[in-house]
Protein backbone atom coordinates (compact mmCIF):
# COMPACT_ATOMS: atom_id res chain seq x y z
CA UNK A 1 0.00 0.00 0.00
CA UNK A 2 1.38 3.28 -1.20
CA UNK A 3 0.08 7.23 0.25
CA UNK A 4 -0.45 9.70 -2.56
CA UNK A 5 -1.24 13.70 -1.87
CA UNK A 6 -2.54 15.67 -4.34
CA UNK A 7 -3.99 19.28 -4.13
CA UNK A 8 -6.49 21.06 -5.88
CA UNK A 9 -10.06 22.99 -5.49
CA UNK A 10 -13.79 21.30 -4.75
CA UNK A 11 -16.02 22.03 -7.50
CA UNK A 12 -19.70 21.49 -8.44
CA UNK A 13 -19.23 19.75 -11.29
CA UNK A 14 -22.19 19.25 -14.07
CA UNK A 15 -22.12 15.34 -13.44
CA UNK A 16 -22.99 15.51 -9.71
CA UNK A 17 -26.45 16.78 -10.81
CA UNK A 18 -26.66 13.84 -12.78
CA UNK A 19 -24.84 11.08 -10.91
CA UNK A 20 -27.04 12.48 -8.09
CA UNK A 21 -30.58 12.24 -9.88
CA UNK A 22 -29.14 8.66 -11.21
CA UNK A 23 -28.03 7.22 -7.87
CA UNK A 24 -30.57 3.66 -7.10
CA UNK A 25 -28.73 3.15 -11.34
CA UNK A 26 -24.76 3.69 -10.22
CA UNK A 27 -25.78 1.71 -6.68
CA UNK A 28 -26.88 -1.33 -9.06
CA UNK A 29 -24.16 -0.77 -11.79
CA UNK A 30 -21.23 -0.51 -9.35
CA UNK A 31 -22.52 -2.98 -6.17
CA UNK A 32 -20.40 -5.84 -7.69
CA UNK A 33 -17.27 -3.23 -7.28
CA UNK A 34 -18.47 -1.90 -4.11
CA UNK A 35 -20.92 -4.19 -2.39
CA UNK A 36 -21.93 -1.42 0.71
CA UNK A 37 -22.23 1.00 -2.17
CA UNK A 38 -25.90 1.77 -1.28
CA UNK A 39 -24.49 3.13 2.28
CA UNK A 40 -22.58 5.82 0.77
CA UNK A 41 -24.16 9.36 0.35
CA UNK A 42 -25.52 9.90 -3.00
CA UNK A 43 -23.48 11.95 -5.61
CA UNK A 44 -19.43 12.64 -5.53
CA UNK A 45 -17.14 15.22 -4.24
CA UNK A 46 -15.73 16.47 -7.30
CA UNK A 47 -12.21 18.12 -6.83
CA UNK A 48 -9.70 19.63 -9.80
CA UNK A 49 -6.17 19.10 -9.58
CA UNK A 50 -4.10 22.16 -9.10
CA UNK A 51 -0.77 19.93 -8.24
CA UNK A 52 0.06 18.11 -10.14
CA UNK A 53 -2.85 19.60 -12.79
CA UNK A 54 -3.26 15.58 -14.19
CA UNK A 55 -3.21 12.95 -12.56
CA UNK A 56 -3.18 8.88 -14.45
CA UNK A 57 -4.72 6.31 -12.16
CA UNK A 58 -2.95 2.70 -12.46
CA UNK A 59 -5.29 0.78 -14.70
CA UNK A 60 -7.41 3.19 -15.77
CA UNK A 61 -8.13 2.29 -19.77
CA UNK A 62 -7.90 -1.63 -18.15
CA UNK A 63 -11.04 -0.42 -15.97
CA UNK A 64 -12.62 1.51 -18.36
CA UNK A 65 -12.53 -1.10 -21.24
CA UNK A 66 -13.74 -4.09 -18.25
CA UNK A 67 -16.43 -1.65 -17.30
CA UNK A 68 -17.26 -1.52 -21.20
CA UNK A 69 -17.77 -5.11 -21.34
CA UNK A 70 -19.61 -5.37 -18.64
CA UNK A 71 -22.26 -2.88 -20.02
CA UNK A 72 -22.18 -4.75 -22.86
CA UNK A 73 -22.73 -8.28 -21.21
CA UNK A 74 -26.13 -6.10 -19.42
CA UNK A 75 -27.18 -4.77 -22.98
CA UNK A 76 -26.83 -1.60 -21.78
CA UNK A 77 -29.85 -1.96 -19.85
CA UNK A 78 -30.96 1.41 -18.71
CA UNK A 79 -32.44 0.23 -15.02
CA UNK A 80 -29.57 -2.41 -14.43
CA UNK A 81 -27.30 1.10 -14.78
CA UNK A 82 -25.66 -1.18 -17.87
CA UNK A 83 -25.52 2.35 -20.12
CA UNK A 84 -22.98 3.64 -17.06
CA UNK A 85 -20.79 0.83 -17.37
CA UNK A 86 -20.81 0.89 -21.38
CA UNK A 87 -19.82 4.24 -21.16
CA UNK A 88 -16.32 3.19 -19.32
CA UNK A 89 -17.49 4.19 -15.67
CA UNK A 90 -15.96 3.04 -12.99
CA UNK A 91 -15.21 2.61 -8.90
CA UNK A 92 -11.54 2.18 -8.82
CA UNK A 93 -10.56 -0.73 -7.30
CA UNK A 94 -7.19 0.01 -5.87
CA UNK A 95 -7.72 3.78 -4.39
CA UNK A 96 -9.16 5.11 -1.37
CA UNK A 97 -9.53 8.16 -0.22
CA UNK A 98 -7.41 8.21 3.09
CA UNK A 99 -8.13 12.10 4.08
CA UNK A 100 -9.19 14.94 2.91
CA UNK A 101 -7.52 18.50 4.58
CA UNK A 102 -6.53 15.90 7.23
CA UNK A 103 -10.04 15.14 8.00
CA UNK A 104 -10.21 10.53 7.76
CA UNK A 105 -12.78 9.94 4.95
CA UNK A 106 -13.96 6.49 3.87
CA UNK A 107 -14.30 7.11 -0.01
CA UNK A 108 -13.71 5.53 -3.07
CA UNK A 109 -12.53 7.13 -6.32
CA UNK A 110 -15.00 7.04 -8.99
CA UNK A 111 -14.48 7.78 -13.02
CA UNK A 112 -17.50 9.01 -15.08
CA UNK A 113 -17.18 8.91 -18.92
CA UNK A 114 -19.35 8.96 -21.89
CA UNK A 115 -18.96 6.52 -25.23
CA UNK A 116 -17.48 9.35 -27.45
CA UNK A 117 -15.41 10.80 -24.73
CA UNK A 118 -14.09 7.42 -23.48
CA UNK A 119 -13.85 5.57 -26.71
CA UNK A 120 -12.93 6.17 -30.37
CA UNK A 121 -15.23 5.52 -33.39
CA UNK A 122 -13.45 2.24 -33.67
CA UNK A 123 -14.37 1.23 -29.28
CA UNK A 124 -11.25 1.44 -28.66
CA UNK A 125 -9.89 3.25 -25.50
CA UNK A 126 -9.10 6.69 -26.59
CA UNK A 127 -6.28 8.58 -24.12
CA UNK A 128 -7.71 10.43 -21.45
CA UNK A 129 -5.87 12.95 -18.81
CA UNK A 130 -7.30 12.92 -15.74
CA UNK A 131 -7.75 16.27 -14.45
CA UNK A 132 -10.07 16.09 -11.90
CA UNK A 133 -10.77 13.43 -9.00
CA UNK A 134 -14.73 12.31 -8.25
CA UNK A 135 -15.08 10.77 -4.72
CA UNK A 136 -17.82 8.90 -3.36
CA UNK A 137 -18.04 8.11 0.28
CA UNK A 138 -19.94 7.25 3.33
CA UNK A 139 -19.71 10.63 4.59
CA UNK A 140 -21.39 14.01 2.90
CA UNK A 141 -17.71 15.38 2.72
CA UNK A 142 -19.02 18.97 2.91
CA UNK A 143 -20.10 18.95 5.67
CA UNK A 144 -17.30 17.28 7.08
CA UNK A 145 -14.72 20.11 5.85
CA UNK A 146 -17.67 22.73 7.16
CA UNK A 147 -17.93 23.91 3.64
CA UNK A 148 -21.27 25.69 2.03
CA UNK A 149 -22.61 23.95 -0.64
CA UNK A 150 -21.48 27.77 -2.75
CA UNK A 151 -18.00 27.11 -1.42
CA UNK A 152 -16.73 27.00 -5.55
CA UNK A 153 -12.88 26.86 -5.43
CA UNK A 154 -12.06 25.89 -2.19
CA UNK A 155 -8.40 24.78 -1.63
CA UNK A 156 -8.20 20.65 -0.67
CA UNK A 157 -5.23 18.34 -0.04
CA UNK A 158 -6.20 14.78 -1.15
CA UNK A 159 -4.50 11.36 0.17
CA UNK A 160 -4.53 8.79 -1.68
CA UNK A 161 -4.10 4.85 -0.27
CA UNK A 162 -3.55 2.77 -3.55
CA UNK A 163 -3.46 -1.19 -3.39
CA UNK A 164 -0.84 -2.68 -5.27
CA UNK A 165 -2.51 -5.92 -5.64
CA UNK A 166 -6.41 -6.29 -5.53
CA UNK A 167 -8.61 -9.20 -5.52
CA UNK A 168 -10.21 -8.97 -9.14
CA UNK A 169 -14.03 -9.00 -8.41
CA UNK A 170 -16.43 -10.85 -11.62
CA UNK A 171 -18.68 -7.40 -13.30
CA UNK A 172 -21.53 -8.59 -15.04
CA UNK A 173 -20.36 -10.72 -18.42
CA UNK A 174 -16.52 -11.92 -16.53
CA UNK A 175 -16.48 -15.54 -15.51
Given amino acids: MRTITLHGKAVNGCGWLTLHQNWPRVVIAHLQEVPDIHTYVPGTFNVDLVDPRTWQPPDDEELRLRARRSGEALSRQYDLGGDFLFNGNYVHPK ?26 KD ?37 LMIEDTSPTVALPGET
Fill in 123 to 159: GKVAPTVRTRIEILSKQHIRTVLKMEDKDEGYGVTLE
Fill in 95 to 120: IKVASINGNLIDGRVYYPGTEHWQFD
